[in-house]
């Protein structure tokens, strides 16, 4: 078994170094492939982070009537914190509403005037809920119209934030499907990229595969070297992504922590350099071993 690896081993680096120009371009559309895929998820750590910014801005606003008190106010929160779609509740009273005004408005001099003007506070105190997933906002809602606080509640601002909620949520299933197909539409490329390679290595090498068939030599050390030739060049391009990519991750890092308002692309890949390079690699030989078994078929079944 040892000799059976180590010449099938031997032949493969023999084809893969002269096939030449052939496998640079192979490895290059390899490494392209290989870096575009594992760019799908830096980028959807991108969005994650993204997305987990947008989450802890949005929520729903519960505004009570004025003679409604604190304690009663306490009560709410303290059920609606039981719901398993509720992340988190916070009280904003009429104090704090009408100050956090004041700081949105604070170069504004003509607002807070007319707030002067009134002389008294027009806000209303209100629950801020927020839910574990943007889709649960319509089941709390639900909860809210269905429970006994009607008494209580003079508006519930769900409609205005509604049209946010629902594009964030498709926003979601989008970046996730189009990943996918993505991902899938390199493979192919890659796969059909290295399986002409292979094509025309084993053309080259025909005649030694006819000769080989006539002593008798098995399938497998027919198609073994063939087989490591792929191995081979999806390793290089798997090597060559992984160092492409920790460099532009090192390099970029600053700007697109400034684009993404604060996600660290470096510091994301290096506590993840282990996987993403075992991924890189386990799809380099993968794509390069498929594509050599596709092309060897029709010689093996002659």
Known sequence: MFTFLRRVTRFGWHNFWRAGGLNVATVFVLIVTITLITSLFISEGA?????????EKIDISVYVKPETTSETMEKIKDK?????EVQA?????????????????????????????VGTNPFYASLNIRANDPEQYAAILEVL????????????????KKTVIEKLSGFISNVNTGGLLLALALGVVAVLVAFNTIRVAIYDASKEISIMRLVGAPNRFIRGPFI???????????????????????????????LTNGFNVFAW??????????????????????????????????
Do not use: C, W
Not at 47 to 55: L, P, S, T
Not at 80 to 84: I, K, T
Not at 150 to 159: A, P
Not at 272 to 291: D, H, T
């Open 47 to 55: 969005v994650k982070h993204i997305i987990a910014q947008i989450k």
């Open 80 to 84: 609606l914190v039981e719901l398993p």
């Open 145 to 160: 119209n269905n429970s006994s606080l009607d008494d209580i509640i003079y508006k519930v601002d769900y409609v205005e």
């Open 228 to 258: 490591v030739q792929g191995m081979i060049a999806g390793a290089i391009a798997a090597l060559a992504s992984f160092l492409i990519l920790l460099l532009l991750s090192y390099s970029l890092a600053d700007k697109i922590s400034s």
């Open 269 to 302: 890949f290096g506590t993840r350099a282990f996987v993403l390079f075992f991924i890189q690699l386990a799809s380099g030989i993968a794509l390069g071993v498929i594509s050599s078994l596709i092309a060897i078929r029709k010689y093996l079944t002659a």
């Open 89 to 117: 509740v916070s009280i904003v009273s009429k104090e704090d509403a009408m100050e956090q005004f004041r700081e949105r408005h604070e170069n504004d001099p003509v607002l807070l005037e007319s707030l002067e003007i």
